[in-house]
């Protein structure tokens, strides 16, 4: 079939009232001007190209793209980008170590084989980061990691990887915090 | 799923946030956004403006005084649920923050936000009208206090004028001999309750109950205390055949039609083992 | 390397990459410059269309195009039925666009592309629909009654589809029963709800005229036969690629939804790259479907519990459409004796239109409704003649010594005959006896009872066809430069680790480490023979392709590597990326042997100078390479199975239901499972523990709502229970590896396995637990809280 293609002119633009925003990203400031409408999952992802965090519903049930704000995990897809201005996100791009080593966290993953299909991992990642750098008494038992996870969906593993990998990453994370005590 | 057109305001002061409300109809108030934005990536809420509060001062402050916790409208229910001086004194509001959805959504959810969404089984709503709490909302004509229980009109709508701001929710310090519990039952950790009860209980020297609160959600078009067993349970000693009474006294109040997740025969079922328990273990913790 | 690979609980290799966020979905593809889809859907179950008016739409800012019917030239057509069969009268399928009726609310109506999908979804509300509402029938029992409502007038009765298939003699078996159950179960609709919803991007070279479509596919090489055939391309100017794929579970296995052509039409027309990445909402409403059948099922039997002959008829929900043909009801007739010796067979099913979203595979595809419906008129069996539910299906499975079973007269969705090929159902059986010790359990449950609680135990077996054809095939190339090992096959992954399991099979035969195996599924361009993912034939079909070819491969490197070395090819052993001299500490790394045998001009390297024309090792007397002989170390080979290869398993539960809350509680759950060969036990038991936590959800939790003037109400995961950590249980899986004799690995599959006997179980012991009190039975599910009320209260 023969295609008579020419680049088909689009509407003049968008009516979008704007905002600038300026905002912390994995330890980088950046600005940008952007439709005050923008969720903060879109602005990431296409705004930085921070395409980590996935987005899976965009009403805040299934926490694909759970994201730390100002060090705690929230939801990007509940979050205008606006909001977000003047505020510290970090992504599951600050994770892995300068020379790529993985974040106990993403290791205890990996050993755990608490991914399948790696589209829910980012958001459930965060979240569990941001529980293990909390203040405060981490429960580990069977229900106290259930109940991290709660909040986040996963359709492949049937999470119980995913709780040992909770398990095993507070492990690792003490064990590296003993190191760092004694060495 | 994207949230429709709107203007963005981010004013720095109450007075200037009012009067963008009230200039702008169809503006709505964002806090945590953690109702309002799913409704708007549904396209069930279109904003003519949206008046962000986080750039007011003063608004994510939480005060314990005269008896009453004063929670700022930007306060996060993780924050009021971490606070160590409400939980000395009011140490429900921890445990009932347990059933409010999930960590990450009450890091940005506000106490406020909740209460003014007003869904008719959200736990915060409930925890307000159990303790005969209130909120101060300012608007163009100055400010006011609003009791809980002329707060809540039916579900997801409250007597709030859309040209007002609740600044603060205020929740009493519970008085020192008062026994408090709460449970809830959803088919999913974290949803919104099928039904939930909250008791609060204070007895008599002689183990007879002076004064009964019961609170419910879930259960019809809003949050709702329990008046006829409130009633029913006050001077008993809350013998089988009294919570008997008061489970029977509530039925008339379950009104919640059959729907998706539960018929309202089995809400009413369900009410009544909640009332049962909660009010045995609020009983117990009556001093 | 002197471990297998093969067998071996090996980490994924795709693992460090999905952890870091560097994962490749089709919205992470970078298309500068793309333009965004929406869709206007129909709000209405069943309309005619009177008028639709663009004009708003087209005139607002930021807006490219919009279609429909009447603008989309020839892809205005019904699209392909993927799946003829004989069954089905007038097989009614979706157009793109709806023209003049809508059949389901959620139909595409029109599409509108814009600068952004927040321009696009204003503008898509702008398009000005006129309906005019028709009556709907939702239920499918009254669909088929005379007089109901009708989707399709082509359709009387609504009925898509009437299919009887007999095995044996079961009109004079059924003289032989001295006792008949006769039972009706229900299984409601569910959806897949992959994290990633379906995604498809778009873009058109004008000057190469190619035509590249990122698809979250399961079936991209069927996606490019298709456009190219329906868009008039050659099939080599049109690339489909299946990037990282966010979960598929059956749901985008089907071709085509409406996106996936009018996306490449519109880039085409355009001249720009689009998008359509689907929202939840639009998956719930656009994205297939699967599960509601009402099964009667009958027993015949002797009265020592020996089942001389089955019954069955059933009603399948095929929603709007019928594109995949009868495939889930074939699965669910042919699956429906399970593991049972039973060789007198009546199964007869009507599929059955509804104005709801079209219904094709969902992970385990009919199999959970016929484990339902078998595995519940078994416990009634039991119950019926006063037998142990254990020893009921004790008398009855078929036994080690009966293999392989054929159900003669059956035949399966590939059209190949139902023979289950191998098993130790007995074992397996006493195995999960074993785990649940139901004499001390009768025990702890009278206890319980006595304390106020209602403990049950429940009990279901399963069978699952697997592996099923046509052929898949395998492609390996090793790299001359890096030695690494680089293989195709034409399916594709959505999160099953199969660049883990295969490159295990593959290591094995080239001596290679299982990292240094280089998989790439999904791209036409990299490998275009094949079908698709489904009804778990991935390590089966392909698994074996790569076999067959990594030997091929193996061949031709150990040949090479002893000319290379002097040495007999029979003393040559292929181990640590290298072939050795056995014995002996003299090696040709596997990138040597590559460079070696591909004759070359020019050298880059130190290697690639032994290769090149005037080298010692070259010859001077004839052609580099002889007739017939292929450079480098590359083969291709095919498997096809002769017929599916049956896995199996048991699952047994100890449930507890609260009679306050009504809520039931997994106490235990134990899982037997057996797949023949386990490439890899530990990725056998991820897909197996998945499998379990959806059929939780089906069991518990999961029903798509519709009201009865058809409109999805719980058309997000606010109302749709899909379970979290929270409400999974922990799970026991137990593994049986009995071979499979119809492929040279002995696999079975395994995708499908866990979700199929989840309901059977549950409800089996929530009836056990309220039998006492005459409660039940529990034959419907999802089970939900309000159900269990309601037999609290008529016990």
């Known amino acids: 079939m023969t295609q008579r293609v020419a680049n088909v002119p689009v509407n003049a633009v ?166 760092q005590a004694g060495g | 799923m994207k949230p429709p057109l709107f203007d963005y305001a981010s004013p720095e002061t109450i007075a200037d946030a009012v009067s963008a409300l009230s200039s702008n109809p169809g503006a709505m108030v964002l806090a945590g956004g953690q109702s309002l934005v799913p409704a708007m990536n549904f396209r069930l809420a279109s904003p003519s403006v949206l008046v962000d509060l ?75 009208v159990l303790t005969d709490g209130a909120v101060k909302a300012v608007g163009p004509k100055g400010e006011r206090i609003i009791a809980a229980r002329d707060l809540f009109q039916f579900h997801m709508t409250t007597t709030r004028d859309a040209d007002e701001i609740v600044t603060e929710a205020h929740f009493p310090v519970p008085g020192t001999g008062a026994g408090l519990a709460f449970d809830e039952f959803a088919r999913r950790h974290g949803d919104y309750a099928i039904a939930a009860i909250g008791a609060l209980i204070e007895k008599n020297g002689d183990g007879t109950v002076s004064r009964a609160a019961l609170a419910a959600c879930g259960i019809g078009d809003r949050p709702t205390r329990l008046a006829a067993s409130e009633a029913a349970l006050t001077g008993t000693r809350l013998d089988d055949a009294d919570l008997e009474a008061a489970v029977r006294a509530a039925r008339d109040e379950i009104t919640a039609p059959d729907d998706m997740h539960a018929t309202n025969a089995y809400r009413k079922h369900l009410t009544g083992a909640l009332i049962k328990r909660v009010v045995a273990a609020a009983a117990a913790r009556a001093k | 390397m002197s471990t297998r690979a093969f067998g071996s609980r090996v980490n994924r290799n795709i693992d460090s990459r999905l952890l870091r966020g560097q994962g490749a979905y089709v919205d992470d593809i970078p298309l500068p410059g793309a333009l965004h889809v929406a869709f206007v859907r129909s709000p209405f179950a069943r309309a005619r269309i009177t008028r639709i008016d663009t004009a708003e739409a087209e005139a607002c800012p930021g807006v490219a195009a919009v279609y429909t019917c009447d603008t989309i030239g020839h892809l205005d057509i019904e699209m392909p039925l993927l799946i003829p069969h004989g069954s089905m009268d007038n097989p009614r399928t979706q157009r793109p666009l709806a023209r003049d009726d809508v059949y389901y609310v959620g139909q595409t109506v029109a599409m509108v592309v814009a600068t952004d999908r927040y321009t696009a979804e204003d503008a898509a509300l702008l398009v000005d629909v006129d309906y005019e509402p028709l009556e709907v029938e939702t239920d499918i029992e009254k669909a088929v009654e005379d007089g109901a409502p009708l989707v399709h007038p082509t359709n009387p009765n609504n009925v898509a589809a009437h299919f009887v298939q007999v095995s044996g003699d079961p009109q004079s078996a059924y003289g032989e029963a001295e006792h008949v159950t006769r039972i009706r179960v229900q299984v409601d609709r569910s959806t897949a709800a992959p994290m990633e919803c379906r995604a498809v991007a778009a873009r058109y070279d004008r000057v190469t005229g190619e035509l590249t479509v990122w698809d979250g596919t399961q079936a991209p090489i069927s996606v490019r036969g298709g456009l190219a055939s329906i868009f008039r391309i050659d099939e080599d100017k049109v690339r489909v690629i299946a990037p990282d794929v966010g979960g598929g579970f059956g749901q985008k296995v089907l071709l085509f939804y409406p996106d996936e052509l009018l996306v490449p039409m519109a880039a085409m027309k355009l001249g720009r790259p689009v998008k359509y990445i689907e929202d939840r909402r639009e998956n ?83 199999r ?118 680089y293989v195709n096959t034409g399916l594709t992954t959505q999160g099953q680790g199969h660049d883990t399991v295969f490159a295990q099979i593959v290591a094995d035969e080239l001596g290679c480490a299982v990292e240094d195996v280089i998989m790439v599924e999904g791209d036409t361009k990299a490998f275009d023979w094949g079908v698709a993912t489904f009804a778990s034939r991935a390590a089966v079909v392909s698994g074996n392709a ?181 409400e999974m249980p922990n799970v026991e899986i137990l593994h049986l590896e009995t071979p499979s004799p119809l492929n040279p690995l002995g696999v079975k599959g395994v995708g499908e396995a866990g979700c199929i006997a989840v309901g059977a179980t549950v409800a089996s012991g929530v009836e056990d637990a309220l039998r006492p009190l005459g409660g039940g039975p529990f034959r419907h599910t999802p089970i939900t809280p309000s159900m269990i009320h309601q037999a609290f209260e008529t016990a």
């Not at chain 3, 008129?377 to 254990?390: K, S, V």
């Open chain 2, 54 to 128: 986080q750039r007011i001062p003063g608004l994510d402050t939480i005060s314990i005084d005269d008896g009453v916790i004063r929670v700022g409208a930007m306060v996060r229910h993780r924050d009021l649920e971490l606070d160590d001086a409400v939980n000395a004194v009011h140490p429900l509001i921890r445990e009932v923050m347990a059933h409010v959805a999930h960590v990450p959504i009450r890091n940005r959810g506000t106490v406020v936000g909740s209460l003014c969404h007003a869904d008719a089984a959200a736990e915060m709503p409930l925890l307000l």
């Open chain 3, 546 to 726: 790569i076999y067959k070819t990594a030997k091929i491969v193996r061949d031709k490197t150990i040949t090479a590597a002893a000319n290379m070395l002097e040495a007999e090819a029979s003393d040559i052993e292929l181990r640590d990326g290298a072939a050795w001299i056995a014995g002996t500490d003299r090696k040709v790394p596997l990138a040597a042997i590559a460079t070696a045998t591909n004759p070359l001009r020019y050298a880059f390297n130190e290697a690639a100078q032994a290769a090149t024309q005037f080298a010692p090792a070259s010859r001077h007397d004839g052609p580099p390479l002889d007739d017939g002989q292929h450079p480098g170390l590359e083969a291709t080979d095919y498997f096809s199975p002769e017929c599916a290869t049956w896995s199996y398993g048991v699952h047994g539960a100890i449930v507890e239901v609260d009679p306050a809350t009504c809520q039931v509680r997994i106490r235990k759950y134990i899982c037997i499972h057996d797949c023949g060969n386990m490439i890899n036990p530990t990725i056998v038991e991820g897909q197996v523990m998945g499998g379990i936590a959806q059929g939780l959800g089906g069991a518990l939790y999961e029903r798509v709502e519709y009201d009865e003037d058809g409109n999805p109400s719980n058309a997000n995961f606010v109302d749709f229970l899909m379970p979290y950590a929270t």
């Open chain 1, 14 to 179: 968008s009516p979008d009232p704007t905002a600038t925003v300026r905002l912390h990203v994995n330890g980088e400031e950046v600005e940008r001007t952007v439709s005050v409408r923008m969720l903060l999952s879109d602005f990431l992802r296409h705004e930085l190209g921070l395409t980590g965090t996935h987005v899976g519903c965009e009403h805040g049930v299934c926490g694909a793209c759970t994201v730390m704000i100002d060090g705690r995990a929230g939801r990007s897809c509940l979050t205008l980008a606006v909001q977000a201005n003047g505020h510290e996100i970090r992504t599951v791009e600050s994770l892995a170590g300068p020379e790529g080593d993985l974040h106990p966290v993403q290791e205890a993953f990996k050993d755990c084989h608490a991914l399948q299909c790696g589209y829910c991992t980012p958001g459930m990642i965060m979240n569990v980061v941001s529980h293990l750098e909390a203040d405060g008494d981490l429960d580990l038992t069977d229900e106290g990691i259930r109940d991290m996870l709660s909040g986040n969906l996963c359709r492949c593993t049937g999470y119980l990887n995913i709780v040992s990998a909770v398990r095993r990453a507070a492990e690792l994370t003490e064990q590296s915090h003993t190191e």
């Open chain 3, 368 to 485: 959970p409704q016929a484990c339902f419906a078998i595995e519940r008129a078994m416990d009634q069996l039991a119950d019926d003649l006063g037998l142990d539910r254990f020893e009921v299906r004790r008398r009855n499975l078929v036994r080690d010594d009966e293999f392989p079973f054929h159900r003669e007269g059956l035949l399966f969705a590939d059209g190949l005959r139902v023979s289950l090929d191998s098993g130790q159902y007995l074992k397996a059986l006493a195995m999960v006896e074993e785990a649940l010790d139901p004499a001390s359990f009768a025990a702890e449950q009278e206890e319980a009872r006595r304390a106020g609680k209602h403990l049950g135990l429940g009990l279901a077996f399963y069978v699952e066809g697997t592996g099923l054809g046509p052929y898949e095939g395998g492609h390996i190339k090793i790299h001359p430069i890096t030695g690494k090992v």
């Open chain 3, 284 to 366: 719930f409403i656009g994205s297939s479907q699967e599960r509601t059948q009402i099964h009667f099922i009958e027993l015949h039997a002797k009265k020592s519990g020996e089942i001389v002959a089955l019954k069955d008829f059933f009603l399948h929900d095929t929603g709007a459409f019928i594109p995949y043909g009868i495939a889930v009801a074939q699965v669910a007739s042919t699956s429906i004796a399970g593991p049972y010796r039973i060789r007198n067979i009546e199964v007869e099913f009507k599929a059955v239109y509804t104005p709801t979203v079209p219904v094709t595979p969902y992970r385990g595809c009919g």
